[in-house]
């Protein structure tokens, strides 16, 4: 179940970003959901280092 959330904030990230792109500002790159996918896997991971270094001191 904790999979699937990262996943579900991809497609989420995925078109909100395609939606800023095409009505906003096209310097906004639209990206992909396996971009989506890393960005989300990656901000996870550094929330989780942050977090775990805040409890540490």
């Known amino acids: 179940m904790a999979l699937l959330l990262p996943l579900a904030e991809a497609w989420v990230l995925m078109l909100v970003m395609g939606a800023v792109h095409r009505g906003v500002a096209a310097a906004v790159p639209a990206v992909g959901y396996g971009t ?22």
């Open 36 to 57: 989506a996918i890393m960005l989300m896997v990656g901000l996870s991971f550094l929330t989780a280092y942050v977090q775990r270094m805040r409890k540490s001191s």
